[in-house]
């Protein structure tokens, strides 16, 4: 574990950027939030309808669409509000169903030990070989294209990452006198990881998930840029970049959509950012181990 | 750490170098504005093989049109009317029996004559080869050599389609001295095809230089060439520019002087200095109903087809097809013989009607069609979006299921689709090539619509394949595209353009449906 030791220039660097994350992960936090209101509003107020397909097709952005238009006449600004409110939950939602299944794996490798730990370890390990999109569009494909379909792919190559770091807090955890303690006083294995252990991996897990969002926001739209995620005519980030390879010239069909892919994706990792430091230091070297571990 | 730093930054410079250095290289390497006798043209790329008997994708008859010549010709864009090309012929009254006379003085890239010999070496030679592509053209047909200029073709059944058909690319005439030499045989083991990848046979105006079928192909002028159109170009290099986009760029660059798969937006943006031929293609997008009530469910009746047909607003689509696109006026696109002038156009009082008659009420239809297959320029997704957002409005509730075309491909041919969005090319510039909508035929069995479903159609699509004079023909086409379009589970759409993009310094550029381009009559400007 060299990289935890502290050089002087390591010190200096970490100071900076000390300095900034706070103010970062407010802005992250502000625009995550303005993004996520924006998500459950958006089919209050947004201008048109957006699969209605009444306006001019191929408009700049003007007066009538600020955003101007895509190909078959449909307003930007509307689909790319509306496609918040698909992107976002569905990506919330993935995070947290990786977190509590790797979590959950990850808790029982690390606390049986020998042969379901030596199982649960390698399934993972199969799972963690594969380059994680290229197996996420396999599995997409294989189910059939459709946004549930990318979730569950999505799911399928993002669980280990939970699964390793809270295996070796698990493991860490497993000898420490209180938890002997409390299983000499008769409770329950499960009892005892529920109680006693589960509790102390919650912190760096909630770091790692937050860094996740992002991570899963690009993957979904990745998957449907592909086809293999949201079907036309959903308003999806990916698809409506998907749509605009189509129509060079006419920029602002791709842009925006890539644009508000950008500061979703950066605002989760400000506040991720920020949540690392928060849990300093010993998350922070969890996490790192993690992260380096992770590499895809 | 400062190690691993460097590292990274000489890691990133050297990326960074080469990635320059691919770009200048794409850019400049091609670059033919500083020499006049050598054109560049982008296309995508459908070619297997250079060998024409082999052969019968859109790039492979491109090529083996300007490599090797035919016994009859078009001119330009007009596939209706069949001229003499290396023959001229005569047939007699039942159309069974056609005479060839080679034109005088015709030669091949090595100088000896074309004789009546290659002429039935060429075409004995793709019909012994029952696996190649164009061999079906050819099924019926028997050859004979009267004396050295002079063939006759004769066919079993009237074969009215039979000089359109000769037509064809594939059946370019080969030297038969040369490619028997090379392993070519009429007894079916015929091993020339090696050969014909690397080496042109023909009496074209241009000649094989090189060949890689997945990137660039490149053609010299053919010196020994005494034909019509006289080769322009010392040399032309077709490119595999897959990207319509990216072609778009390179003739605006002055990289490429051709490109031949620009879309409708993209040719009307071009401005001044470059000359853009939009033709309709004879291509025809059209819409399937499937019959077969397992598939079609409550859309499998000639009823919900009519409804359908009569919910579509042709202007609403063609708007998204681009310049020189035209509406389908019927299975039979405008241009070839039995074409009807007009389309059905919206009517949303009978779709009100027809869909009670269906008895549908509300259901999801589901309609499937290939996303990353675009047919003259137009993409198949924003085509189905604006189906699906009109026939909404009609009342009729669809579902869109896009899917790669390697994929969706099979349940369009086994006719398992509810509904579905294709597209139609004629093998060939005839109108018996759109028969095949008939109930019971290829495409008519894709929409699972059998002969017992519509006999009357069935009849008179027999009637249109075995009529011996024009007359009887045409007429039977033309009654055949009226109750296609009565009551037929078929609605055509669009008829896209072709868009063939030029600059200003080429001239002569022509669509034609059956070779995309004929290069030899590309010639530079004055």
Request: net charge negative.
């Amino acid at each position: 574990m060299t990289s935890s030791i502290l050089t002087p220039a390591r010190a200096r660097r970490r100071r900076i950027g000390a300095q900034w994350r706070a103010p970062l992960g407010i802005v992250g936090a502000v625009v995550a939030l303005a993004w996520i209101l924006v998500a459950c509003t958006a089919p209050l107020w947004v201008p048109y309808d957006p699969v209605a397909q009444g306006l001019p097709r191929l408009q700049p952005p003007g007066p009538e669409a600020i955003l101007g238009t895509d190909s078959v006449g449909r307003d930007v600004f509307s689909r790319l509000m509306a496609g918040a409110g698909v992107t976002i939950p569905l990506a919330l939602l993935l995070v947290g169903c990786s977190v509590v299944l790797g979590t959950l794996v990850g808790a029982i490798a690390g606390y049986a030990g020998r042969w379901v730990d030596e199982t649960l370890m390698r399934i993972t390990d199969l799972v963690m070989a594969f380059p994680t999109v290229i197996l996420a569009m396999v599995i997409a494909a294989s189910l059939g294209p459709s946004l549930f379909n990318a979730v569950i792919a999505a799911i399928v190559v993002s669980w280990p990452q939970y699964a390793r770091v809270s295996r070796s807090i698990v493991l860490s955890l497993r000898g420490q006198n209180y938890v002997i303690a409390s299983r000499l006083l008769g409770y329950s294995p499960a009892r005892s990881l529920w109680t006693d252990i589960l509790p102390n991996v919650a912190g760096p897990i909630l770091v790692l998930a937050s860094l996740d969002i992002g991570t899963a926001i690009l993957l979904l739209s990745g998957l449907s840029f592909l086809g293999l995620g949201a079907q036309p005519p959903t308003a999806e980030w990916g698809s409506m970049i998907s749509g605009a390879m189509e129509n060079f010239d006419a920029w602002w069909i791709g842009v925006f959509p890539g644009l508000a892919i950008l500061t979703v994706v950066m605002a989760f990792n400000f506040i991720g950012d920020t949540l690392r430091d928060a849990f300093d230091p010993l998350a922070r070297a969890q996490s790192i181990a993690a992260n380096t571990g992770e590499t895809a | 750490m400062h190690i691993t730093r460097t590292g990274t930054v000489t890691a990133l410079g050297a990326v960074t170098a080469l990635v320059l250095v691919g770009c200048s290289g794409g850019n400049s390497a091609n670059n033919s504005s500083g020499d006049s006798t050598s054109l560049t043209v982008n296309t995508s790329f459908t070619i297997e093989t250079a060998d024409p008997g082999n052969s019968y994708d859109p790039t492979g008859n491109t090529v083996a049109k300007a490599l090797y010549e035919t016994l009859v010709d078009f001119e330009g864009s007009d596939v209706s009317t069949p001229v003499p090309g290396l023959a001229s012929w005569t047939q007699n009254d039942d159309a069974t029996e056609f005479t060839f006379t080679i034109a005088d003085g015709r030669t091949f890239s090595d100088g000896s004559p074309v004789e009546a010999s290659d002429v039935v070496f060429s075409l004995e030679r793709i019909q012994a080869m029952t696996e190649a592509k164009p061999a079906f053209l050819l099924e019926g047909l028997s050859f004979a050599e009267v004396d050295d200029s002079t063939v006759t073709v004769s066919s079993e059944t009237p074969k009215l389609a039979l000089p359109a058909l000769l037509a064809s690319p594939a059946l370019g005439i080969l030297n038969a001295d040369v490619v028997a030499e090379h392993g070519g045989s009429t007894d079916g083991e015929d091993t020339a095809q090696e050969w014909l990848d690397a080496n042109s046979a023909g009496s074209g105006p241009y000649t094989l230089d090189s060949i890689d079928l997945t990137s660039q192909i490149t053609l010299a002028e053919n010196p020994e060439y005494t034909g019509e159109h006289a080769p322009g170009y010392s040399r032309i290099v077709l490119r595999n520019v897959s990207e319509s986009a990216t072609q778009l760029i390179n003739l605006k660059g002055g990289d490429a002087d051709v490109a031949l798969d620009l879309n409708g937006d993209q040719a009307s943006g071009l401005g001044d200095g470059f000359t853009v031929d939009s033709v309709p293609s004879g291509q025809t997008i059209f819409l399937l109903v499937n019959q077969d009530d397992e598939v079609g469910g409550v859309a499998a009746s000639p009823e919900f087809a009519s409804a359908v047909r009569t919910a579509i607003d042709g202007d609403g689509l063609l708007e998204l097809a681009g310049t020189g696109s035209v509406q389908a006026t019927g299975v039979i696109p405008p241009g070839y013989s039995g074409a009807l002038s007009d389309p059905v156009g919206q009517d949303l009082d009978a779709t009100a009607a027809a869909l009670t008659e269906a008895g549908y009420d509300g259901e999801t239809i589901r309609l499937s069609f290939p996303n990353d297959y675009p047919v003259g320029g137009v993409e198949f997704t924003p085509l189905a979006e604006r189906i699906q957002d009109q026939l909404k409005s009609a009342g009729i509730n669809v579902e869109l299921a896009p899917a790669p075309f390697a994929s969706e491909l099979d349940a369009y041919v086994n006719g398992t689709e509810q509904m579905g969005l294709w597209f139609w090319a004629p093998d060939y510039a005839d109108s018996t090539n759109f028969l095949p909508f008939a109930p019971g035929l290829k495409v008519g069995l894709r929409a699972g619509w059998t002969a017992e479903d519509n006999p009357a159609i069935a009849d008179v699509a027999a009637e249109a394949y075995a009529a011996s004079s024009t007359e009887d023909r045409d007429a039977a086409l033309s009654d055949f595209a009226a109750q296609m379009q009565e009551s037929g589970p078929f609605i055509p759409l669009i008829v896209p353009a072709s868009n063939i993009a030029t600059a200003d310094s080429v001239t002569g550029a022509a669509y034609n449906s059956v070779w995309t381009i004929d290069l030899a009559e590309l010639a530079p400007a004055e």
